[in-house]
């Protein structure tokens, strides 16, 4: 993610469920200006991340950045579905067609 160099032009989603490989890229992602921040995950996990990204010192300003449970609501069950409705997020995001988190 360091190398990455996340501005403002970037998005960031977190997929693999594993605190040990998400936290640290959404404190990263945070730390730095992505458009967009969003993490896979049900609301009891968000809640968990939430309070795991708390414990370590992220704001609840920068938490508040972090769109989850990812992906627009459109009834999404299958991956490509929950594929799509994530692109469609970040779309709306960057064209400014997304409330605040």
Do not use: C, N, Q, W
């Amino acid at each position: 993610m360091d190398r990455l160099g996340l501005d403002s032009r970037t998005a960031v989603v977190t997929l693999t469920h594993d605190p040990k490989l998400d936290d640290p890229a959404l404190r990263r992602a945070l730390a730095a200006d992505p458009f967009y921040v969003g993490a896979l995950g049900s609301r009891k996990t968000h809640a968990a991340r939430l309070d795991r990204l708390r414990a370590v010192g992220v704001d609840d300003a920068a938490l508040a950045r972090i769109r989850a449970p990812v992906g627009l609501d459109i009834g999404a069950v299958t991956a490509p579905e929950i594929a799509l409705s994530i692109i469609a997020e970040i779309v709306a995001a960057r064209r400014g067609r997304l409330a605040a988190p």
